[in-house]
């Protein structure tokens, strides 16, 4: 059974940072490209990131560049996104996602307010 | 961006009855290898979405057969042959061809 397990949310203050891991099992990890989208509170669903399976490459929603980075470890079958400069915009919560946004995480909150 | 239109925002539904919902791209989601990426998800209250249809027409595993996915090029649409009380909840069409991958804004069945 694929399971994935989003962690590291939390309430953070204009311009801080967080980062999200994903724990990933019950696939082979190393061999699918992943995604993390949001959802902002009442609010639909934005692709903010992906990465290939191998992490030769990384894409980004314009609202995020420069501002978002998502790793992955195979060894460890975690996926990453860091958050840096974070906006009261980016207060969501935020899904892994494996492949072609196929399954999905529980979600993990971040909120970012002062 | 493509942009994702659904129509409608909001679907009033008759248990029973059948339920149909648009989803309206802004170019093509043939991708180069042939394939159109066009998902359907369900999101229940307090839930993570769930995918119901892939690449137009196919059901995941464990999807009930009253759903079924259509369309081609621009324009897609996913049926709920007889709604049931369960199927009450919003549904999201998503492009996966062209990055970022985009979702329309959402429909909400209600009981009518």
């Known amino acids: 059974e694929v399971q994935l397990v989003e962690s590291g949310g939390g309430l953070v203050q204009p311009g801080g940072s967080l980062r999200l891991s994903c724990a990933a099992s019950g696939f082979t990890f190393s061999n699918f490209w992943m995604t993390w989208v949001r959802q902002a509170p009442g609010q639909g669903l934005e692709c903010v990131a992906n990465i290939k399976p191998d992490g030769s490459e990384e894409f980004y929603v314009d609202s995020v560049k420069g501002r978002f980075t998502i790793s992955r470890d195979n060894a460890k079958n975690s996926l990453y996104l860091q958050l840096n400069s974070l906006r009261a915009e980016d207060t969501a919560v935020y899904y892994c996602a494996r492949g072609w946004v196929t399954d999905w995480g529980q979600g993990t909150l971040v909120t970012v307010s002062s | 961006d493509v942009v994702m239109t659904q129509s409608p925002l909001s679907l009033p539904v008759t248990l029973g009855q059948p339920a149909s919902i648009s989803c309206r791209s802004s170019?093509?989601?043939?991708?180069?290898?042939?394939?159109?990426?066009l998902n359907w998800y369900q999101q229940r209250p307090g839930q993570s979405p769930r995918r119901l249809i892939y690449?137009?027409?196919n059901r995941d595993s464990g999807v009930p057969d009253r759903f079924s996915g259509s369309g081609s090029g621009t324009d897609f649409t996913l049926r709920i042959s007889r709604v049931e009380a369960e199927d009450v909840t919003i549904y999201y069409c998503m492009q996966g061809t062209h990055w970022p991958y985009t979702f329309g804004q959402g429909t909400k069945l209600e009981i009518k």
């Open positions: 690449k137009v027409s």
């Open positions: 170019q093509s989601l043939v991708h180069s290898d042939g394939n159109t990426y």
